[in-house]
């Protein structure tokens, strides 16, 4: 397996965007407990309106205001976040595709069960919910994964640290030995040619 | 990079439009002025003030426009020609002026006052986020990144 990891320039923005990321799952959050609930009851009453609380079933415009910023924010933020951790390296080709997979069905299921909730079928809150909760779990996944690709720092990233460790020692803990890869690189001539199941990274470290 | 040139800019000029936007409409809403802000989020009386669910779409919202904007801005860079110093500064400004902004609502909630803060991360995230997205606009892709660091690590 080739060394994953970001070049050093686009460290930065990856851990940047790392933590921005965390703030848009936690605020989403925040927001879906405070606004639907805390479960498929109450997303029931938040589509469908409830006489308990004095509140009316969601209107076609009301549920699109919110749907139509989240079909264009998801998407994006998921084809940045799956892109540079898939350009890194930091998942095999399969795993990348299935998260990625995974990750924009659920952003679609817990879209369209808000419109399903309130005119197919109620008991899609279920399906909001998980749909919500996964999510979620995936967005801390990339960030962790994100993380993972930025780190560490240059100045440990050089191969200072690791090129103390014989190759065996390497080899046992699952990483490439680092002459290898600093031949493999060096003989490329660019970032990540020659790897296979890698394309080689550009100026801007986006493949 | 020469065929990355012109969508890069194009890109730039909208996130610089969005930007400016954004500060436009703030203003317009009376963002500029610390007894408008600290009216807006606190209301005119106790228990008028903007519901807390308000502030935490405030910050989603950001988040995501700040976050797509910062990342994008970060990426591109380190492939402009600038010094690293001046390309590092510029993008800690714009990061920590956009982290500022989205907190300062939650601040003027807490504090019960203290619109002058909403006033200058309004002012300052959007000065830096133009400073940097300008720096890029302008360099980006004319030769060799500045200093003698180049992009890839």
Redesign the interface.
């Known amino acids: 397996m080739a060394e994953p990891g970001?070049?050093?320039?686009?460290?930065?923005?990856?851990l940047?965007?790392a933590g921005?990321?965390l703030?848009?799952a936690a605020?989403?959050a925040?927001?879906f407990t405070?606004?639907l609930g805390l479960g498929p009851a109450s997303v029931r009453d938040f589509y469908l309106g409830s006489e308990a609380r004095f509140t009316e079933p969601r209107s076609l415009a009301g549920l699109l205001e919110t749907a139509v910023?989240h079909l264009v924010?998801i998407p994006?933020?998921l084809f940045?976040v799956s892109h540079v951790v898939a350009a890194a390296g930091a998942l095999g080709p399969r795993a990348a595709r299935w998260l990625t997979g995974l990750s924009f069905a659920l952003a679609l299921a817990g879209v369209a069960a808000g419109f399903g909730v309130r005119w197919v079928a109620p008991w899609l809150a279920w399906t909001k919910v998980a749909a919500f909760v996964g999510l979620e779990g995936l967005l801390l996944g990339w960030a962790l994964l994100l993380t993972g690709a930025a780190w560490p720092w240059?100045r440990a990233?050089s191969g200072a640290r690791r090129d103390l460790e014989e190759p065996g020692r390497q080899r046992r803990r699952g990483l490439e030995p680092t002459s290898a890869v600093h031949q493999e690189r060096l003989g490329a001539g660019?970032?990540g040619e020659g790897q296979a199941g890698r394309p080689p990274?550009d100026?801007?470290?986006?493949g | 990079?020469g065929r990355?040139r012109a969508p890069v800019r194009a890109f730039l000029c909208f996130a610089a439009l969005a930007v400016a936007s954004l500060l436009v409409q703030r203003a317009s809403g009376g963002a500029l002025a610390p007894a408008e802000v600290e009216l807006h989020y606190l209301g005119a009386g106790p228990g008028e003030g903007l519901p807390?669910?308000a502030l935490?779409?405030e910050?989603?919202?950001g988040?995501?426009l700040?976050?797509?904007v910062?990342?994008m801005?970060?990426?591109?860079?380190?492939?402009c020609r600038l010094r690293p110093a001046v390309r590092r500064a510029l993008?800690a400004a714009a990061?920590v002026a956009a982290l500022a902004d989205?907190a300062s609502p939650f601040l003027v909630v807490a504090l019960g006052g203290g619109g002058a803060v909403r006033v200058a991360t309004t002012v300052l995230s959007a000065m830096a986020l133009l400073s940097a997205i300008g720096a890029v606009l302008a360099t980006f892709g004319s030769g060799e990144p500045a200093g003698g660091?180049?992009?890839?690590?």
């Open positions: 970001l070049p050093a320039a686009q460290r930065a923005p990856a940047v965007f921005f990321l703030l848009i605020s989403a925040v927001l405070e606004k910023p924010a994006l933020v940045a240059p990233a660019r970032l990274l100026h801007h470290g986006l | 990079m990355a807390r669910v935490w779409e910050l989603h919202a988040a995501f700040y976050g797509i910062l990342f801005v970060g990426s591109l860079l380190p492939s993008y990061v989205l660091e180049r992009a890839r690590g």
